[in-house]
């Protein structure tokens, strides 16, 4: 297998084995989840000092947490003695880690603190050498933390790069910014973990179809009229309406659309207009029209701007993903309406979500249709809009209507060269 | 219910029991909307996110060290329940199952419930507090068989010839969610 044989030159075609082979599996955890910017966790989700979470780079256990220097450090979750996890709840507050096994214990950023059996032996081992290892650059936009185990990895800023202009959109509504509500659910998909990822970074096409049971024909007739899939940089993605300047703001307004107005209720509406009157200013005239839809950051972060939920696909293999999804609100809304845009999310995404359902099986679905025999002849196809992206006047990026397939191109040329750069290591 | 005589709770738990069976056999038998006309306009219908949170040495000792409640993060808490929803959300839910693209379940996932445990704590007037638990077989075609487990926390509404649910929080047992869906009448 040779990784030119799976993505053809432009993308336009993609092998199965792409998503079912386990050496692929094996070159994606070297040439992506070792080498790029991971997405830990929120900075409001660790404001103390000893505020931990988990979190995942890939299979790797990771916890985030905010040190006694109030700085921030994302370490492996693994003991040096024997290897066991030290932290063993999902989030907390707490001075040390204390192992299990043998009770060495480690403050949160890390650094070794005791070994019980030193005192039973001539010579103590050397702590400061025995820390939890370190990933080895760490680095927040926005609030949002991302790792990498990739010492010279360019800096976070560059790596997103035109991404923030979009994401900015939304974050900069807000001048408290955002914050995200408790922990994450967790939902484990039999699911190869570039599908979701697919999905938000601009698959807004399956919506009239896959969720035509849940969408009403409306907010569909808006994505066709006023919808657009921006690739700011390959293996980002950007979806988006941008309304008309002359629609009543309610029509603007972000979140709550279709279903969301009407199970949300007034106070909602009226608290969403308002961040929509003020947000000419805060964004620009440009940015103030625009309506996400979906947002994705390579590798395997996502946003969904209409139901405000940050997703993240953790890979378990080839043929299961560990899907983090968080409700991520305005950190100064009111306690109520917090309340009401996080079920804006749940109602609809996550494990218990109405449409996220439908999504699921469909990714279950794909890798099982991934994996079958005797069709490697056929390659999915991905060349939908081929060539149709473009420059915009306002807008970074490529820029092309939602039906265009490039979003998902670009990644799987970044993807492609990704796991060329590596397949000859001997690892 | 101490001001209730041994036959008068005997009947009442009956009845209970018997509302929980009529409810069970109507999901399992997918009469969803006959379903629905069970549950109060005003219905709370919940569903806690469920954690592991840090274990506090000071607790030791105590129950309320390692308590089931402590786990939860339900409508009151700051982090995120599962499911919050009202009847209009239920009403969708049942709308989107009698339409042929709910692809999630077309062709239709079977179930089967086991409701038992059920235990009246409180009467208050004309409302029940009761708490039940349910095992719920559940297969979708070509994938694996899956267990549900879970303890739900009702209120019941009397009603002229039965109960209505007004508020229903459902405690999922599953430490991590390998289920194909939590979006189940549950
Ligand atoms: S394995 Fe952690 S202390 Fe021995
Ligand atoms: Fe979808």
Same mark, same amino acid.
């Given at each position: 297998?040779?990784?030119?044989?799976?993505?053809?030159? %432009?993308?336009?075609?993609?092998?199965?084995?792409?998503?079912?082979?386990? @050496?692929?599996?094996?070159?994606?955890?070297?040439?992506?989840?070792?080498?790029?910017? #991971?997405?830990?966790?929120?900075?409001?989700?660790?404001?103390?000092?000893?505020?931990?979470?988990?979190?995942?780079?890939?299979?790797?256990?990771?916890?985030?947490? @905010?040190?006694? %220097?109030?700085?921030?450090?994302?370490?492996?979750?693994?003991?040096?003695?024997?290897? &066991?996890?030290?932290?063993?709840?999902?989030?907390?507050?707490?001075?040390?880690?204390?192992?299990?096994?043998? =009770?060495?214990?480690?403050?949160?950023?890390?650094?070794?603190?005791?070994?019980?059996?030193?005192?039973?032996?001539?010579?103590?081992?050397?702590?400061?050498? &025995?820390? #939890?290892? @370190?990933?080895?650059?760490?680095?927040?936009?926005?609030?949002?933390?991302?790792?990498?185990?990739?010492?010279?990895?360019?800096? *976070?800023? /560059?790596?997103?790069?035109?991404?923030?202009?979009?994401?900015?959109?939304?974050?900069?509504?807000?001048?408290?910014?955002?914050?995200?509500?408790?922990?994450?659910?967790?939902?484990?998909?039999?699911?190869?973990?570039?599908?979701?990822?697919? =999905?938000?970074?601009?698959?807004?096409?399956?919506?009239?179809?896959?969720?035509?049971?849940?969408?009403?024909?409306?907010? =569909?007739?808006?994505?066709?009229?006023?919808?657009?899939?921006?690739?700011?940089?390959?293996?980002?993605?950007?979806?988006?309406?941008?309304?008309?300047?002359?629609?009543?703001?309610?029509?603007?307004?972000?979140?709550?659309?279709?279903?969301?107005? #009407?199970?949300?209720?007034?106070?909602?509406?009226?608290?969403?207009?308002?961040?929509?009157?003020?947000?000419?200013?805060?964004?620009?005239?440009? @940015?103030?029209?625009?309506?996400?839809?979906?947002?994705?950051?390579?590798? =395997?972060?996502?946003?969904?701007?209409?139901?405000?939920?940050?997703?993240?696909?953790?890979?378990?293999?080839?043929?299961?993903?560990?899907?983090?999804?968080?409700?991520?609100?305005?950190?100064?809304?009111? %306690?109520?309406?917090?309340?009401? *845009?996080?079920?804006?999310? /749940?109602?609809?995404?996550?494990?218990?979500?109405?449409?996220?359902?439908?999504?699921?099986?469909?990714?279950?679905?794909?890798?099982?249709?991934?994996?079958?025999?005797?069709?490697?002849?056929?390659?999915?196809?991905?060349?939908?809009?081929?060539?149709?992206?473009?420059?915009?006047?306002?807008?970074?990026?490529?820029? /092309?209507?939602?039906?265009?397939?490039?979003?998902?191109?670009?990644?799987?040329?970044?993807?492609?060269?990704?796991?060329?750069?590596?397949?000859?290591?001997?690892? | 219910?101490?001001? $209730?005589?041994?036959?008068?709770?005997?009947?009442?738990?009956?009845?209970?029991?018997?509302?929980?069976?009529?409810?069970?056999?109507?999901?399992?038998?997918?009469?969803?909307?006959?379903?629905?006309?069970?549950? +109060?306009?005003?219905?709370?219908?919940?569903?806690?996110?469920?954690?592991?949170?840090?274990?506090?040495?000071?607790?030791?000792?105590?129950?309320?060290?390692?308590?089931?409640?402590?786990?939860?993060?339900?409508?009151?808490? !700051?982090?995120?329940?599962?499911?919050?929803?009202?009847?209009?959300?239920? +009403?969708?839910?049942? !709308?989107?199952?009698?339409?042929?693209?709910?692809? +999630?379940?077309?062709?239709?996932?079977?179930?089967?419930?086991?409701?038992?445990?059920?235990?009246?704590?409180?009467? !208050?007037?004309? $409302?029940?507090?009761?708490?039940?638990?349910?095992?719920?077989?559940?297969?979708?075609?070509?994938?694996?068989?899956?267990?549900?487990?879970? $303890?739900?926390?009702?209120?019941?509404?009397?009603?002229?010839?039965?109960?209505?649910?007004?508020?229903?929080?459902?405690?999922?047992?599953? +430490?991590?969610?390998?289920?194909?869906?939590?979006?189940?009448?549950?």
């Amino acid at each position: 297998m040779k990784v030119a044989d799976l993505v053809n030159a %432009d993308a336009t075609l993609i092998s199965r084995r792409a998503w079912s082979d386990e @050496r692929v599996y094996q070159l994606e955890k070297r040439g992506i989840f070792g080498k790029a910017w #991971l997405f830990l966790g929120h900075e409001t989700q660790i404001p103390n000092t000893g505020d931990f979470v988990q979190a995942y780079m890939c299979e790797t256990p990771i916890i985030l947490a @905010r040190g006694e %220097d109030d700085d921030i450090y994302a370490c492996i979750n693994s003991c040096s003695h024997r290897g &066991l996890p030290v932290c063993r709840a999902d989030h907390g507050n707490t001075k040390r880690f204390v192992c299990p096994y043998h =009770n060495w214990s480690y403050k949160v950023s890390g650094e070794l603190v005791a070994i019980p059996q030193e005192r039973m032996v001539k010579k103590g081992p050397d702590k400061s050498v &025995l820390g #939890l290892k @370190r990933v080895p650059r760490v680095e927040s936009w926005r609030g949002m933390i991302f790792g990498s185990f990739d010492e010279n990895i360019e800096s *976070l800023d /560059s790596y997103l790069g035109d991404m923030r202009f979009y994401l900015d959109a939304f974050f900069e509504r807000f001048p408290a910014g955002i914050e995200f509500m408790g922990a994450p659910h967790r939902w484990v998909i039999d699911a190869n973990w570039k599908l979701p990822m697919e =999905n938000q970074l601009g698959d807004v096409n399956h919506g009239p179809y896959l969720h035509a049971a849940v969408i009403p024909p409306e907010a =569909n007739q808006e994505i066709y009229d006023h919808g657009f899939s921006v690739v700011p940089g390959p293996g980002h993605g950007a979806t988006f309406r941008l309304m008309p300047e002359d629609v009543p703001i309610e029509q603007v307004a972000w979140g709550f659309e279709g279903l969301g107005t #009407l199970l949300g209720g007034d106070e909602v509406q009226e608290y969403l207009c308002e961040v929509q009157r003020q947000s000419a200013e805060r964004v620009g005239a440009i @940015r103030s029209r625009m309506k996400g839809l979906t947002f994705g950051v390579y590798p =395997n972060l996502s946003f969904l701007w209409s139901n405000t939920s940050f997703k993240v696909s953790h890979p378990r293999g080839p043929g299961q993903v560990e899907y983090w999804s968080w409700a991520a609100v305005p950190a100064d809304a009111p %306690d109520n309406i917090k309340k009401i *845009l996080r079920r804006n999310y /749940s109602s609809f995404f996550g494990p218990g979500g109405i449409l996220e359902q439908e999504d699921a099986e469909s990714w279950m679905q794909q890798y099982l249709g991934s994996a079958i025999d005797f069709a490697d002849d056929r390659c999915f196809y991905y060349g939908l809009g081929l060539g149709e992206e473009k420059p915009h006047p306002d807008l970074p990026g490529l820029v /092309s209507g939602t039906a265009n397939e490039y979003y998902a191109r670009a990644f799987f040329q970044r993807w492609r060269d990704a796991l060329m750069a590596v397949e000859d290591d001997h690892a | 219910m101490p001001d $209730q005589t041994i036959p008068d709770q005997l009947l009442l738990q009956h009845k209970v029991e018997q509302f929980y069976y009529r409810e069970a056999r109507l999901l399992d038998n997918r009469q969803y909307q006959s379903w629905l006309a069970l549950c +109060a306009e005003n219905i709370q219908y919940i569903m806690p996110a469920r954690g592991n949170p840090l274990v506090n040495n000071l607790e030791h000792g105590n129950e309320s060290m390692i308590s089931v409640e402590r786990e939860l993060e339900g409508v009151d808490s !700051d982090g995120c329940p599962l499911r919050e929803e009202s009847y209009l959300h239920l +009403a969708l839910r049942v !709308d989107r199952s009698f339409k042929i693209n709910a692809w +999630a379940e077309n062709p239709a996932a079977r179930t089967r419930r086991i409701v038992g445990n059920v235990e009246i704590i409180d009467v !208050d007037g004309e $409302q029940l507090s009761v708490t039940s638990n349910f095992h719920l077989f559940y297969a979708r075609p070509g994938a694996a068989n899956f267990i549900y487990a879970g $303890q739900r926390r009702d209120l019941l509404k009397v009603t002229e010839e039965s109960y209505q649910i007004s508020q229903r929080e459902i405690i999922m047992d599953m +430490a991590d969610v390998r289920v194909p869906t939590l979006g189940l009448f549950l």
